[in-house]
């Protein structure tokens, strides 16, 4: 008689928030730390059935602190999340004790320095990979705001519609109020297929507080998610963007609230520095009790 192959046994599927020291803030992540015999396929449905924007893929590397990472949202495998990263790097930190690892993924190399705060929360700062931007054309806003239910004059002048890069490409816009960042309701399939054919992650949808501090949403439609609570690959690339368009001077830090509107506040912290063209991305993260 011939015996049925047990199924594989399902992977540990630890669950973080991002950009929060409170479970029921910031952006949910989830964290496998031993993925290295799943295989793609696999990898998307674990993402599927955790159903957060992202989760997280570990295999450690040849080193001690190297690790290669993939993350999936619930329907495609996106090159770089900056929210799962800081989730991993707190879920090893928690394990191994704080200090630095490095995190191969699809759009290379990204070092992250984890440390305990003032408070006692671990606290994870990642460096992306070297970032751009680059125009938006009219044809291109011009759809961008229709699919937003946006109109030109929606857009704050001083922050011009551009293409942004640290890791995944985004683009930025920027509100001229903050109620109009605040009302948030678009055509979902729409934007999805306008997205893709851009080869765009997020819109990184922004309002300007004051000079250093700034408060983003983030449609995410080709992963599946309505919206992203918080965004630290888009962060990177407000960063970069910010500071491409001479908006920001560096040595800089920059504070982005995002997930507000979502009832999910989180809190993001952008580093420029001089001479170095990457940007640094930091935030806590805390488990999100079973």
Do not use: K
Not at 86 to 91: F, N, Q, R, S, T
Not at 157 to 180: E, S
Not at 244 to 258: C, D, I, K
């Amino acid at each position: 008689m011939t015996s049925t192959p047990a199924p594989p046994t399902a992977p540990e599927v630890l669950r973080y928030a991002a950009f929060a020291t409170d479970p029921a803030g910031g952006n949910p992540a989830g964290v496998v730390l031993d993925a290295g015999a799943l295989g793609e396929q696999r990898m998307l449905e674990i993402a599927a059935a955790v159903g957060y924007s992202e989760t997280a893929f570990l295999a450690p590397g040849p080193t001690a602190g190297a690790y290669t990472v993939r993350y999936f949202s619930p329907l495609m495998e996106v090159p770089f999340c900056g929210h799962a990263t800081v989730a991993a790097a707190v879920a090893v930190a928690e394990r191994g004790g704080p200090g630095r690892y490095v995190f191969t993924t699809a759009a290379g190399e990204v070092p992250v320095e984890t440390e305990r705060d003032a408070a006692g929360a671990l606290r994870a700062t990642l460096t992306s990979v070297e970032p751009h931007t680059e125009p938006a054309g009219a044809a291109d806003v011009a759809e961008a705001l229709a699919l937003l239910g946006w109109a030109a004059g929606d857009l704050d002048p001083a922050l011009p519609p551009r293409f942004a890069y640290a890791g995944a490409r985004h683009l930025v816009l920027a509100a001229a109020t903050r109620a109009r960042l605040a009302d948030l309701a678009y055509d979902f399939d729409g934007l999805a297929a306008w997205m893709t054919a851009r080869g765009l992650i997020t819109l990184q949808l922004v309002w300007r507080e004051d000079a250093a501090t700034f408060h983003v949403r983030d449609p995410f439609p080709v992963g599946g998610v309505v919206e992203d609570p918080a965004t630290g690959a888009a962060a990177a690339a407000l960063g970069a963007y910010l500071r491409e368009l001479g908006a920001v001077t560096a040595p800089a830090t920059l504070t982005l609230h995002q997930g507000a509107d979502l009832g999910r506040p989180g809190v993001l912290l952008v580093g420029l520095h001089e001479g170095d063209g990457r940007v640094r991305v930091s935030g806590t993260a805390v488990a999100i009790p079973g």
